[in-house]
């Protein structure tokens, strides 16, 4: 390499050298026809313009918007070498992302109050999603518009509770059970002016009715009691009826998919399954303490999802009941009642510590749990059929309503905004697990009581575990087997 | 679009019919069309219906080929297609857009993760499709300066190619000449579209030299040893005598900050917002321009630091030292990563490409060497007669060094064997600094007469991000992505050799995480509690009976641990045997006429 060496032309072009002088000539002589004479004479001169030379020019235009009125041009370029540091700058972005999540979680949006005694049970809409209906322990159902959050109707019921309830797959009329033995049918409708508020339907009933479920698509519902009665509606007795030595049923619910099937759960501590087409019930679990209610998955026919008395959740696959597929843990008191998402991915429950806490549906743990001061104990819940919002009720008279995702944003999103809601959605996936970022999407806050009872229960547990565990050092080998947390909970399976 | 009966209306004046220019995709179903209008019993069609057939023949191309049209009469025979399935994208393209390796698929038995993974897999290679799909699309292309067959690329004058180029590009190459103040060092901004001019007697201005305006001109009245852009256009750092000050685009001084004194060198690295200095006490300081607080400063006990360059891959800063070492260096060690013997005299200049992963150093040794940063190894080394004083490179790896009063420009020093420079250049004074402009074929260079814009054809990126760095940003953009910026700012924390450590998974054993935790809470958790026996009454708690009981506990714990490595051993001792068994019954392949033998 020669540095500075003789072909090294001069910056200044007004110094006199041999080059400009050469370059200026061809610049004059190229019209010229003498060029092809001197050429062969001259053999210094560089031809300059043979040269292949491209320097990046680029035309404004291009890149600036024409009018004000125009969005400005952002050209792209995703060349990895531009964007430098891009797993740190996701990172931070994730990080950001999350903390906002955590700021704009704000999951309560209405209380619907009203009734005068307690909420006893809720019913969706079957066609309309700003409908609800509701019942309380003083045997008034009102009637609410959700979108405006008022009651558009009122009726005495029945005496006494308000047991069950349920919309016609129709949506044009409803069901009630209460604890004065009868079932009633009313309109949905409100009676015109001067008309009495009367049922189009009344059964009266030898016992009291505990829940009531109506199937998907034909004329016929289930109530429950001292026994699971099937009814056609035309008729004022029940179709068939089962029992399987129990005194009585808390609940009982039509699978969505398999149309035909039912489950109900019994106070001898076993959920017993039915097939309507069949005269006996097809097979129960019994576990170690009652289940309030349960819920089938609307996406996955097989599974359904109970709630017991000893604080947790149970996710069973129909088939196989010797063990549950998941444990679902957090609550710390007995669970009353569990809604599934529409989706079939998460469900709600409510229990009597006076939370509501929503699980994955194969999440042993709950990734949400909500509460207020005011909030009692929660008797029934309910997720909406759009899925964006839960309904809950509580001891307390009211009615709440929460969003299901606490910190998405309510109303109409422009594209742009959905697009960068689904961007951090993405992030905060991708990064979940870093330590920084699941303390922050992991923290709640919890009221002391709750809070002191999680950690009392968690002492408990491993001191029973310990004991367990010493228990099993002391014997011999084998005589203490260990038993998973999914059996211990399931005394036995019956067919 | 005509209807069918509009078309039989037209019948009348269609004696003729324009042909239509032959195209290759037609040829098959022209004749077709003429096999038709033979058969129909109207005979022709209007010129318009023609067209309108044609039209939806065409969008029927686009379409999928298997699709029968939907009339039975213009039902055309099968066609193969004869590009079939999505375009092809070259190998070259779809390895710029890769990231990393696909991952070895986990056992069936965790199928969660196995679903996960190849959800994740299936959009990244999608991902990856795309982005080299739109490389197609990408409107500007590279500059290039190629010579006449017997002819050096180097002889050519830059005032030939600024003739030769269009006017606009031909305007960047321009001399300025302040011979008052000099020796000049500069610096682009990361838009590329303003320069920052620092002269060593005082002088300093900021230009938008694209458009040749004046942002501002001061003399700070004291000696200029540095200057610097910050994250904008707006703010620029310039360090001078004493203190280090930061200016606004006005020339209004807006901080002096005192904390960092004789800075000689300084780097900005903007996704950090960290401005990191050098300076003659042997100081590398790091200042937060974001928060105006220093986040580390590191006595590298090395002297005099005026050599100085940051690793724009993963925000490293290496330092040239006297002794030939160039160190590398984070905030958040006090020692330095790694040192480099890089030459045998001191080293004079560092610069390190967009990639990170080649580093240029020349020394007083008048050597020039290249080194892959990434394992530390020395790939090239050259001769200079004079030693280059200044380096730089630029975003497509041209190198430029500056030798005395000549400017060299090299390209693929890093690849390949170099010989002659690519460009070269007098100028009028020494060399003092010297900086490719981003997103241009520009190569700015500070001399002591000035500066000189020099055109450097393949020098620059020809297409940027709009998001990263847009040199047309209108000031709204500019506001706009300096929230952005200062959003995703990341921490210095996360500045390492290697950036993509935070996507990997943290395999630390069990045993490293619980030093970790014990380091951190300052006692063991899960220590074991000393034994301390209960005190029993009825004279049993004599000192010979405590110091039994406890014996007894302990021997029980040795027992336990003894048990565990019995077990352990005789574990391995069978493992060890079933392996060798079947050693053995492999090594005596048995055939079927073994059976015969006795």
């Known amino acids: 390499m020669q540095p500075g060496g003789p072909g090294i032309p001069q910056c200044n072009a007004r110094s006199p050298t041999l080059f400009t002088i050469n370059t200026w000539l061809v610049c004059s002589l190229l019209a010229n026809i003498f060029v092809a004479i001197i050429f062969p004479f001259c053999k210094r001169v560089p031809l300059r313009y043979q040269m292949k030379v491209k320097v990046i020019a680029r035309n404004p235009d291009d890149y600036v918007r024409e009018t004000k009125l125009d969005i400005q041009r952002v050209p792209r370029n995703y060349d990895p070498s531009l964007h430098p540091f891009e797993v740190s700058r996701e990172y931070t972005r994730a990080l950001n992302a999350t903390k906002l999540e955590r700021v704009f979680a704000k999951p309560f949006v209405a209380s619907l109050d009203g009734h005068r005694d307690g909420v006893n049970c809720m019913a969706k809409h079957a066609k309309s999603l700003s409908t609800l209906l509701s019942g309380s322990c003083d045997g008034e159902v009102k009637v609410w518009n959700l979108s405006k959050h008022e009651c558009v109707r009122t009726l005495q019921a029945h005496e006494g509770f308000v047991r069950g309830m349920v919309v016609r797959y129709c949506g044009t009329s409803f069901f009630t059970v209460g604890d004065d033995k009868t079932i009633k049918q009313w309109k949905m409708e409100s009676p015109g002016y001067g008309e009495e508020e009367e049922p189009i339907n009344t059964i009266l009933g030898k016992t009291v009715y505990t829940g009531l479920d109506h199937h998907q698509n034909d004329p016929v519902f289930a109530t429950c009691g001292q026994q699971v009665d099937i009814w056609d509606e035309q008729r004022s007795s029940p179709i068939r009826s089962f029992t399987w030595g129990v005194d009585s049923f808390s609940s009982v619910h039509f699978n969505p998919v398999e149309t035909e099937l039912l489950a109900s759960c019994a106070s001898d501590r076993s959920i017993v399954l039915y097939d309507m087409r069949e005269s006996t019930p097809l097979k129960k679990v019994i576990m170690t303490m009652r289940s309030n209610t349960l819920s089938w998955n609307p996406m996955e026919a097989y599974y359904f999802t109970c709630a017991n008395e000893d604080y947790n959740l149970y996710t069973y696959d129909m088939r196989y009941l010797a063990k549950p597929i998941t444990v679902h843990m957090d609550h710390v008191s007995a669970v009353l009642d569990v809604d599934y998402a529409p989706t079939g991915k998460e469900f709600v429950s409510a229990s009597f510590d006076k939370t509501i806490r929503i699980f994955a549906k194969d999440g042993g743990h709950s990734r949400e749990v909500y509460h207020t001061k005011r909030m009692q104990h929660v008797i029934c819940i309910k997720w909406s059929a759009d899925n964006k919002y839960i309904l809950s009720g509580s001891d307390e008279m009211n009615i709440r309503l929460w969003k299901a995702n606490a910190a998405e944003k309510l109303g109409v999103l422009a594209p742009r905004e959905r697009e960068a809601a689904n961007y951090s959605q993405k992030l905060k996936e991708k990064f979940q697990h870093h330590p920084q970022i699941r303390r922050i999407a992991r923290h709640r806050h919890l009221p002391k009581t709750i809070y002191h009872q999680t950690k009392e229960l968690r002492v408990m547990k491993e001191a029973r575990r310990r004991k367990e565990r010493n228990v099993r050092k002391h014997s011999k080998p084998g005589s203490v087997p260990v038993v998973s947390e999914k059996e211990k909970h399931v005394v036995t399976v019956v067919k | 679009m005509a209807s069918p009966g509009e078309a039989s209306v037209d019948e009348t004046h269609v004696g003729k019919k324009k042909k239509l220019p032959a195209r290759y995709w037609q040829e098959l179903q022209e004749e077709e069309r003429k096999d038709e209008n033979k058969v129909k019993s109207d005979g022709e069609q209007s010129k318009e219906a023609l067209q309108q057939e044609e039209d939806k023949t065409q969008k029927a191309k686009k379409r999928k080929q298997d699709q029968s049209p939907s009339d039975g009469e213009k039902v055309k025979p099968e066609k193969s297609d004869p590009f079939p399935g999505p375009a092809p994208i070259p190998e070259d393209r779809l390895q710029k857009f890769k990231r990393k390796d696909k991952l070895k698929k986990p056992h069936r038995k965790q199928h969660k993760l196995r679903d996960i993974i190849a959800r994740s897999e299936d959009a990244s290679e999608m991902a990856q499709k795309q982005a080299a799909r739109f490389d197609l699309l990408l409107p500007e292309e590279a500059g290039f300066l190629e010579g006449d067959e017997d002819e050096d690329t180097c002889m050519i004058s830059q005032e030939d190619i600024a003739e030769a180029v269009d006017i606009t590009s031909g305007a960047k190459y321009f001399n300025l000449k302040l011979s008052q103040f000099g020796p000049y060092r500069l610096d682009y901004s990361k838009t590329g579209r303003h320069l920052l001019l620092g002269g060593r007697r005082g002088h300093v201005a900021c230009i938008d030299w694209a458009s040749k305006q004046l942002m501002c001109e001061i003399n700070v009245m004291e000696s200029v040893n540095d200057v610097k852009w910050l994250h904008t256009e707006a703010m620029y750092a310039v360090a001078q005598k004493k203190w280090l000050y930061i200016y606004d685009s006005n020339g209004i001084e807006l901080h002096c900050i005192r904390k960092f004194n004789d800075v000689l060198r300084m780097q900005f690295l903007p996704y950090h917002f960290l401005l990191a200095t050098a300076s003659a006490t042997s100081f590398l300081q790091y200042l937060d321009v974001s928060v105006g607080k220093e986040v580390a400063a590191i006595c590298t006990k090395t002297g005099r630091l005026d050599v100085m360059c940051q690793n724009p891959h993963n925000a490293i800063i290496h330092l040239g030292h006297a002794n030939g070492t160039v160190t590398l260096w984070s905030p958040n060690q006090k020692e330095a990563l790694v040192k480099m013997l890089c030459h045998q005299g001191g080293v004079r200049s560092v ?33 200079l007669s004079a030693g280059a004083a200044c380096l730089s ?59 000189t814009s020099m055109l450097v054809p393949g020098a620059g990126e020809p297409n940027f991000d709009g998001l990263d760095a847009n040199p047309y940003r209108s000031a709204k953009q500019r506001q706009e992505w300096e929230v952005k910026a200062l959003m995703e700012k990341i921490q210095p924390e996360l500045i390492s050799l290697d950036p993509t450590e935070l996507a990997q998974v943290d395999q630390a054993t069990w045993e490293q995480r619980h030093q970790d935790r014990v380091e951190v809470l300052g006692f063991d958790p899960l220590a074991k509690e000393k034994f301390v026996p209960k005190y029993k009454k009825k004279g049993r708690s004599s000192a010979g009976a405590i110091e039994r009981r406890k014996k007894q506990v302990a021997h029980e714990e040795q027992r336990d641990v003894i048990r565990k490595s019995v077990e352990d051993k005789m574990k391995m001792e069978k493992e060890r045997k079933e392996r060798e068994r079947k050693k053995a019954a492999l090594s005596t392949q048995k055939s079927a006429l073994d059976r015969f033998k006795k």
């Open chain 2, 393 to 451: 490179l630029s975003q497509r790896g041209l190198l430029s060094a500056a030798t005395g009063d000549v400017v060299q420009v090299y390209k693929d020093v890093c690849s390949m064997p170099v010989t002659k420079p690519y460009m070269a250049h007098r100028l009028r004074g020494t060399v003092w600094g010297l900086h490719f402009c981003p997103f241009e074929d520009v190569l700015g260079v500070g001399h002591g007469d000035g500066f």
């Open chain 2, 351 to 383: 610069a390190v490409d967009k990639t990170g992963t080649y580093m240029v150093t020349s020394g007083m040794d008048k050597k020039l060497k290249v080194y892959d940063v990434r394992t530390f190894k020395p790939l090239k080394s050259y001769f």
